[in-house]
Nanobody, 127 residues
């Protein structure tokens, strides 16, 4: 069974930095992409916003970012460790949210591709 385990959230002042990690545990055949979404407090019904995504298949290590984080956040993937990282610099109060790791994974050769989610980690940026 594949699981995504996140770590690295916390409280930081505006202008500070945090580094989130997302480790994929369990065996699987292939990972198509891995990324981070966020959901802001007070808007539980709002769809999660895509923050950053790194594509493994078909374009290896191609990264995309939300306009609001371009130039401040950087996503990377250590394929050997099956771990993705999100370096967040120059954080702003508007970045306060629960951050969720997501990956689309084919678990076996004959299985479909399914979306897996981490448990979420809180990021709070104070002004």
């Amino acid at each position: 069974q594949v699981q995504l385990v996140e770590s690295g959230g916390g409280l930081v002042q505006a202008g500070g930095s945090l580094n989130l990690s997302c480790a994929a545990s369990g065996s699987f055949f292939s990972m198509y992409n891995i990324g981070w979404y966020r959901q802001t407090p007070g808007n539980p019904g709002k769809l999660r916003e895509l923050v950053a995504l790194i594509t493994v298949i078909p374009r290896s290590s191609s990264a995309d970012y939300a306009d609001s984080v371009k130039g401040r956040f950087a996503i990377s993937l250590d394929s050997a460790k099956k771990t993705a990282y999100l370096q967040m610099d120059r954080l702003q109060p508007a970045d306060t949210a629960v951050y969720y790791c997501n990956s689309n994974i084919r678990q076996t050769v004959g299985s479909g591709v399914y979306a897996y989610w981490g448990q979420g980690t809180q990021v709070t940026v104070s002004s």
